[in-house]
């Protein structure tokens, strides 16, 4: 890549065309939980370079707005959640969801002054026990998300969300590179319980994958065939969605798993990562292995969503498993071993330095896409992905035999249907 494209793709920033075209779809911004109930304390969020506060009023409204004061510029997580408004603990001034200031106290009950001030805040929806935001042109609101995970009933649904030290595109980009699967994840396909025992644990550990991808209007179908018995090929098909949001082809009767890779700056992300069943509840041994870092899940320091294992600690690195084939890279976890790859690139990669081959496809075809987007957006146009249509979709995995075409085959078990169970192996 040239440095500008490179550029062009990990900047998010206010005023960059990535950040315009971010900010055009419905953003994951925090767990519904993180604020429980109205008037509990703010909480900081920091979203494509902008610092934000969030905050659940008296009445139970969301609001997501500008961090700072507009007096002084003293941070309002400091800030007493009271009364219908967040009242900064310096001067007094108050602000409502909408981020319009309501109360200057030292200006009097008769002054019009607060009528004059406004905080920068966005709209924002809770949906499948998460608060998204939108940050982009009121005119241009896209409908409410309509992923299939957030839609379930509660108990079918686990969701979680961690920091990573590095710029989204790396991240997103290895959501969508099935081939590592194969070296990375090898140990624990065969130990970690949401993929032990599963034929397509076993057949994802054959390294002789090959891509073939099919864009679509939402963003890209992914396939990866590998060998499986004679005769036979095992199918992974990857669902990337605009802008940033995967799903991961799912193992034997486990459920489907997904994540949303959201820009905080451009040197971090937070990765989130979704776990959720169409057909039944979660099990309470399912839930437990997320809980406690497994799966696609990870384990975080309290009170914190940086993970226990960390670049400070050298993702507490096993050298000795590494040797004895216990583990292929020495990193414990699926989600650990993603996230210590990926930040070892450093904070944004230098993509003008890399050599790729056909099993890149996808990550070319992403990063063009997402170019074309923002090409769009300037240009006026509606981008991809923003008809919630294109998000009713899922991953599967199939045996197929070798000469079916994979995307005819699968057609009936890439979209959402109600009711029914999704393909996995």
């Known amino acids: 890549m040239r440095q500008d494209e490179n550029d062009l793709l990990t900047r998010t920033g206010p005023g960059t065309p990535m950040g315009t075209l971010f900010r055009r779809y419905w953003i994951p911004a925090l767990?519904?939980?993180?604020?429980?109930?109205?008037?509990?304390?703010?909480?900081?969020?920091?979203?494509?370079?902008?610092?934000?506060?969030?905050?659940?009023?008296?009445?139970?409204?969301?609001?997501?707005?500008?961090?700072?004061?507009?007096?002084?510029?003293?941070?309002?997580?400091?800030?007493?959640?009271?009364?219908?408004?967040?009242?900064?603990?310096?001067?007094?001034?108050?602000?409502?969801?909408?981020?319009?200031?309501?109360?200057?106290?030292?200006?009097?009950?008769?002054?019009?002054?607060?009528?004059?001030?406004?905080?920068?805040?966005?709209?924002?929806?809770?949906?499948g026990e998460t608060v998204w935001v939108y940050m982009g042109p009121a005119e241009h609101r896209p409908p409410a998300p309509a992923f299939e995970w957030v839609t379930v009933p509660a108990t079918h649904r686990f969701a979680s969300r961690r920091h990573q030290e590095?710029?989204?595109?790396?991240?997103?980009?290895?959501?969508?590179?099935?081939?590592?699967?194969?070296?990375?994840?090898?140990?624990?396909?065969?130990?970690?319980?949401?993929?032990?025992?599963?034929?397509?644990?076993?057949?994802?550990?054959n390294t002789d994958g090959r891509f073939e991808v099919r864009e679509t209007e939402g963003g890209m179908v992914i396939g990866v065939r590998r060998s499986a018995e004679p005769g036979f090929l095992y199918w992974r098909i990857t669902q990337w969605i605009m802008p940033f949001f995967t799903m991961i082809p799912p193992y034997g009767d486990n459920a489907l798993n997904g994540h949303a890779w959201v820009p905080v700056d451009d040197e971090t992300c937070m990765a989130w990562s979704m776990t959720h069943h169409p057909t039944r509840p979660l099990t309470e041994a399912e839930l437990e292995t997320m809980r406690h870092g497994g799966g696609i899940h990870v384990t975080l320091i309290p009170g914190t969503h940086r993970p226990v294992v960390n670049?400070?600690?050298?993702?507490?690195?096993?050298?000795?498993?590494?040797?004895?084939?216990?583990?292929?890279?020495?990193?414990?976890?699926?989600?650990?071993?993603?996230?210590?790859?990926?930040?070892?690139?450093?904070p944004i990669q230098d993509r003008t330095r890399e050599h790729l081959t056909s099993t890149d496809r996808a990550v070319i075809l992403a990063r063009r896409r997402l170019i074309q987007a923002a090409q769009a957006v300037a240009a006026g146009q509606r981008p991809d992905g923003s008809d919630p249509a294109t998000q009713r979709v899922r991953s599967a995995s199939l045996v197929l035999p070798e000469q079916e075409n994979f995307y005819d085959a699968a057609a009936e078990s890439l979209i959402v249907r109600d009711g029914v169970e999704h393909a996995s192996v």
Not at 312 to 332: I, L
């Open 31 to 127: 767990r519904a939980d993180e604020l429980p109930e109205p008037d509990c304390p703010p909480v900081r969020v920091t979203l494509l370079s902008e610092k934000l506060v969030a905050f659940r009023d008296s009445s139970g409204r969301i609001g997501i707005m500008d961090e700072f004061c507009a007096h002084r510029g003293v941070s309002l997580w400091f800030g007493r959640n009271e009364e219908g408004g967040l009242r900064c603990p310096y001067h007094g001034w108050k602000y409502d969801v909408t981020g319009r200031c309501v109360e200057v106290p030292s200006e009097g009950a008769d002054s019009d002054f607060c009528k004059r001030i406004k905080l920068t805040a966005y709209p924002t929806l809770e949906l």
């Open 166 to 205: 590095c710029n989204y595109l790396q991240a997103m980009e290895g959501g969508i590179d099935s081939v590592h699967l194969s070296f990375l994840h090898r140990g624990d396909l065969k130990s970690d319980p949401l993929h032990a025992g599963s034929k397509g644990a076993e057949y994802a550990r």
């Open 311 to 346: 670049r400070d600690n050298d993702y507490q690195m096993d050298r000795a498993a590494q040797k004895a084939g216990k583990s292929y890279s020495g990193v414990k976890g699926i989600a650990m071993q993603d996230a210590a790859i990926q930040e070892s690139m450093g």
